[in-house]
């Protein structure tokens, strides 16, 4: 493992944000920022990372709601103090619930616009200039911006409208930092997971969808890997 190397987790739960973040800190990574909004959820979510990967690893969570910009800048101000500034920010908070037409409430739509793409806008506009600098300062450093997405984008679900459009709006955000600055250096791109994940599924299962993004990470060149 490579020393004093950071990644930042946005949304760390335990399904693909656990098998990510273990996978990434076995791989790469020795210290790990979790964000989430419920303290015990990030307890457990500590707890079965170092399970994972041992003690030599350095985990810090910060409970916020990504929604509330002044608290996200704030977790990570805390973050960057304790643990360096992230090589890598993996972004993989999202809200999954029905949207039936017409019952469902724009305030709702308007949340989730800001947990999958204010929040993300946010972080971008903050670490997108450091990740450039670390590209240009270090031909071994792997600077990534990753961003979970689904298959919603490109083929909405009527039922899960809401979260196919803000989904859609933060695929376009993603596909726009990746023109502007993936020439300068950073790794920015998607997790196309296109379906449900599931233990039990072949292949959209968390293990494997780590596993494949590791692989993508690794090879660093692709806007999007599909599983
Ligand atoms: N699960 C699926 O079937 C599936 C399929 C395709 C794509 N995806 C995508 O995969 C990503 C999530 O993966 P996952 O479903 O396996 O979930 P996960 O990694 O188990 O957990 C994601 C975590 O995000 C956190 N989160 C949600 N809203 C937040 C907010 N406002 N502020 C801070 N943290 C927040 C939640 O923790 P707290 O509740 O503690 O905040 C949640 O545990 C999403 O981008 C989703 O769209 C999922």
Request: with cysteine; aromatic share 8%; charged share 20%.
């Amino acid at each position: 493992m490579t020393s004093n190397k950071t990644l930042l987790v946005v949304g760390s739960g335990p399904g693909i944000g656990r098998a990510v973040t273990t996978l990434f800190a076995s791989k790469r990574y020795n210290n790990i920022a979790l964000i989430a909004r419920r303290a015990e959820s990030l307890a457990t979510e500590k707890a079965a990372v170092e399970q994972g990967v041992g003690s030599q690893v350095r985990i810090e969570t910060y409970a916020v709601d990504v929604t509330d910009s002044a608290a996200l800048l704030k977790a990570v101000d805390d973050a960057d103090a304790a643990l360096g500034k992230p090589e890598c920010v993996f972004f993989n908070a999202a809200r999954v619930v029905p949207s039936a037409f017409f019952e469902h409430d724009v305030k709702e739509i308007e949340y989730d616009f800001k947990i999958t793409v204010s929040a993300l806008y946010v972080l971008a506009q903050r670490y997108i200039p450091h990740l450039v600098s670390l590209a240009k300062a270090d031909s071994s450093a792997k600077p990534a911006l990753i961003v979970t997405s689904s298959a919603l984008p490109l083929e909405p679900i009527p039922e899960l409208f809401a979260l196919s459009l803000v989904k859609a709006a933060q695929r376009t955000l993603v596909q726009s930092l990746n023109l502007a600055f993936a020439p300068q250096g950073v790794h920015i791109g998607v997790i196309n997971v296109a379906g449900p994940v599931s233990p039990d599924d072949p292949v959209r299962n968390p293990a494997n969808i780590a596993a494949r993004t590791w692989e993508w990470a690794e090879a660093g060149k692709d806007f999007e890997v599909v599983i």
